[in-house]
């Protein structure tokens, strides 16, 4: 904030709101805390705008434009309330923190401490981060907070004094030798490390499928003093807080410290992705997380966006809403750098310096001189070994069906041209499937591609959502791992045959494995059929495929099928389904339980068109209800 008298009258208006919020119920607090969050939703369109890319890049299309709309929504009310939250601290006692939180998993934390060692807490802006060390110190754990400056030391003060109060120290980022102290008397240490600084020394992880710059810090430290990593969070849950301490993560077994350290670092960062990825809203998306990229192309451009200061009106809402300049100094980016020292290296013509191109063109052939694929570009940039593209756009060719795969990023290894695609991946088959993933990994030459990402594959009559994907490049033959739901016939598509369209939804554990040449798909594991008329249930699915249409002529259900509807069930060995009219044949030797249905003199099996079954002992006119 360059302006001096401008920065002062905010910092005059936070102290005047935190005088004020010190003495309001929690509740009004927090209400005006979503009043402050819808304000500086309104009112700083670059924070909310970065917040809207960041969500896409790291969901893709897995989520709509109104659903990425409602996650940065809700982020910013949720940043209000902790703002109002943290003004009310200073009058907070350890009795009442105990009061808001409940936890789970503080036993983690006691066995890594048994060990002699401390303990490297690790969390993320997720959540009230803030309530985490002040919750565990009135638990009786002994620590302190490792932090980085401030940009403005005003706000610094008041986060530091909060700590204090508690009994917590904060320690300046570079402080070792304290650090290790602290651990050797097997203390606590806790330290936020989700954000991208590249003041810190850092490796490349993968991160809600993309490559971050990720401190070592946390790992280093791990190495050196064999004290284990233990992720802790704390989430809203509605008026209360949950507090979660996950197992401890120890060092690999690893002779090469380097690996040791590349590896404690993803798995602490896909902890915290994986909280991230179960409440959206909680963190705090308008960080530049992935503002350092692992190709130097990108530093002139990311630095530079690095550099925009709030518009007028951006200024103007931080005045009103004074307490987001505790939350957007708190949140902001790390070391900065000159635009001009940037590109002054560039055209320096150094040995190592990044090559750069208007555009770009790969193409592998066919033993007979055939193209087999092509991949062209917007521009392409060269460092080592690693062509980095933007605006991929390529084909893979194939007699039967052409695919055409899109995406914002590709990385090109020209040693072996396996190629990593990123940011709204898609593969659109010239015979109409869709296939939508954040990042996909593709081999060309092979005619193979993967991810262990969620993807999303459509047609006209068939929506196919599930997570981690390998197959073909054309999408004839496929695997999707886990977490597998089919819905034929969706409801924003056309009905296969006219009248209104009917949704049937499979779902199983995975994994679903798919052959359009052999038009078979084989569904695993705890598979489920949701039909209007009834709930079908097998051990497996296999399902006869429409080429046409993508969708299912007819599956075999089988092992332990059992059939729903109402009150009755239908067991048997094995079931043939019929999704187009909603009939269901048992086969074998199937068994049926009646219920009588209440005020009804006879008991009535009527399945409607999902069942139709031929026991071989006829049922009785009127049957009894099983005994209990």
Not at 43 to 59: G, K, S, Y
Not at 262 to 285: C, E, F, K, M
């Amino acid at each position: 904030m360059k302006h001096p008298i401008r920065r002062r009258l905010i910092y005059l208006a936070f102290q005047g709101l935190r005088g004020l919020i010190q003495w309001l119920p929690l509740e009004l607090a927090r209400a005006f805390g979503r009043l402050v969050g819808t304000a500086a939703y309104g009112l700083l369109p670059l924070q909310r705008r970065l917040a809207l890319e960041h969500v896409r890049a790291a969901f893709g299309e897995t989520l709509t434009a109104a659903q990425r709309r409602g996650i940065v929504r809700r982020m910013f009310l949720n940043l209000g309330q902790n703002g109002m939250e943290w003004l009310q601290l200073p009058r907070w006692s350890a009795a009442r923190l105990q009061r808001l939180i409940t936890s789970d998993g503080v036993e983690h934390l006691r066995q890594a401490l048994a060990e002699g060692h401390g303990a490297i807490v690790v969390s993320g802006h997720l959540g009230n981060w803030e309530l985490m060390p002040l919750y565990l110190r009135s638990l009786g754990f002994e620590g302190q907070v490792l932090a980085r400056r401030l940009r403005y030391p005003e706000y610094e003060q008041f986060l530091i004094g909060l700590r204090r109060r508690f009994g917590i120290s904060t320690l300046v980022r570079g402080s070792l030798k304290d650090v290790a102290k602290l651990l050797r008397e097997n203390k606590i240490v806790g330290m936020l490390p989700d954000q991208d600084t590249d003041s810190l020394d850092g490796v490349f992880v993968d991160f809600l499928g993309q490559p971050a710059y990720t401190s070592v810090g946390p790992a280093a430290l791990s190495v050196m003093t064999h004290a284990p990593i233990v992720p802790v969070f704390n989430v809203r849950e509605g008026k209360r807080f949950h507090l979660i301490v996950e197992p401890p993560l120890r060092v690999p077994d690893s002779p090469d410290r380097m690996e040791a350290i590349q590896q404690l670092t993803q798995a602490w960062s896909d902890v915290v992705a994986s909280y991230i990825t179960r409440y959206p809203d909680h963190w705090v998306w308008m960080h530049r997380r992935w503002k350092t990229k692992p190709s130097l192309a990108h530093s002139t451009q990311h630095t530079a966006n690095s550099q925009q200061q709030p518009a007028k009106g951006s200024q103007m809402a931080l005045a009103l809403c004074a307490v987001c300049c505790l939350l957007f100094a708190e949140l902001g980016c790390g070391k900065r750098t000159s635009q001009a020292t940037t590109e002054e290296s560039a055209a320096t013509g150094a040995p190592n310096a990044t090559q750069h191109m208007s555009g770009f063109t790969l193409t592998g052939y066919q033993d007979d001189g055939s193209k087999k694929w092509q991949l062209n570009g917007q521009g392409a940039t060269v460092e080592g070994n690693i062509v980095t593209i933007h605006q991929p756009n390529a084909i893979g060719f194939d007699p039967v069906r052409q695919a055409h795969l899109t995406a914002s990023l590709a990385q090109v290894n020209q040693n072996n041209r396996h190629i990593r695609l990123e940011h709204n991946v898609t593969i659109h088959t010239d015979d109409g499937l869709w296939f939508f993933s954040p990042v996909l990994y593709w081999i060309p030459d092979q005619n193979k591609a993967a991810t262990d990402l969620p993807v999303r594959i459509e047609s006209d009559h068939m929506l196919l959502r599930g997570r981690g994907f390998s197959g073909m490049t054309q999408l004839k033959q496929a695997v999707i791992a886990s977490d597998i739901e089919m819905v034929l016939n969706p409801s924003d598509h056309e009905p296969l045959s006219g009248g209104a369209a009917r949704q049937v939804t499979i779902t199983c554990d995975g994994p679903l494995s798919f052959d359009y040449g052999t038009g078979v798909a084989t569904f695993e594991h705890n598979v489920h059929i949701k039909d209007p008329n009834g709930d079908v249930y097998s051990d497996k699915l296999i399902a006869y495929l429409d080429q046409a249409n993508h969708t299912i002529r007819y599956a075999e259900a089988i092992g332990r099928v059992r059939i729903h509807q109402h009150q009755n069930t239908a067991l048997s060995e094995k079931a043939v389904y019929e999704p187009a009219i909603g009939k269901i044949t048992l086969v074998g030797k199937p068994s049926l339980l009646i219920y009588p249905q209440q005020g009804e003199g006879q008991a009535q099996l009527s399945f409607g068109g999902l069942l139709e079954s031929k026991p071989k002992v006829p049922l009785p006119h009127q049957p009894k209800a099983p005994e209990s």
